[in-house]
């Protein structure tokens, strides 16, 4: 039976689950009317929920900073379409928190009543809740295929300055082709690739260049930030 059905969670290059959903900007197929672009699919427990309204003002404050890094947001709860407008016009209407006013929400908030796609992506953990999503964010890349995730219980709200940084590391990683040390941050050193074989190792070792090799299997190089974000950011 339906209810019996028992559903894998998604891992790290897996290609996103499909789905067809409803939400407060139209029907969307997912992941298919987003290639070309890197969506952060993230969903929230309830609708007209404190730490959840908190977190959807500051999404809607900073999704032009997100869509300059060719990202675009996507969120979902279990609740309804018509819950889901009703509490977006509320959030425009009424609410003001931190200096944010009148924000208006207008990246999709997908209807998920069935539960089915927050049952795809192992956004509703039993042991929190059955009857709610926690805070899942799903970091999709160009292609379909699932590059991050990370999970947030019901009662904290999530580190938005870490997941731009999510985002922005993932593009640098991709596009220059190294790997980023712990807190980077654009304009801090990256990491050079650990050497294959025992020659490089000693020539990079040896080498004057603009490498610093802390040793033989960690090497570092200055990466500019104005480099990064031209790489990365829309004109």
Known sequence: MEENKVYTMPRIGDKAPEFKAVTTQGEINFPSDYKGSWVILFSHPADFTPV???????????????NQANCKLVGLSVDGLYSHIA??????????????????????????????????????????????????VFFIDPKGIIRTIIYYPLSLGRNFDELYRVLIGLQTADEFSVALPADWRPGDDVIVPTAGSCGVAKQRMESKDEM????????????????????????
């Open 212 to 235: 610093t090799c802390h040793d033989w299997f960690f090497c570092t190089k200055k990466l500019d930030k104005e480099k990064v974000l031209k790489a990365i950011l829309k004109k």
């Open 87 to 136: 509490w977006l016009r509320t959030i425009k209407e009424k609410i003001e928190y931190k200096g944010m006013k009148d924000v208006e929400v207008t990246f999709p908030l997908i209807e998920d009543i069935t539960m089915e796609v927050a049952n795809k992506y192992g956004m509703v953990q039993p042991g929190e809740s059955s009857t709610k999503a926690v805070r899942a």
């Open 52 to 66: 959840c309204t908190s977190e959807f003002m500051t999404f809607a404050t900073l999704e032009k900073q997100f």
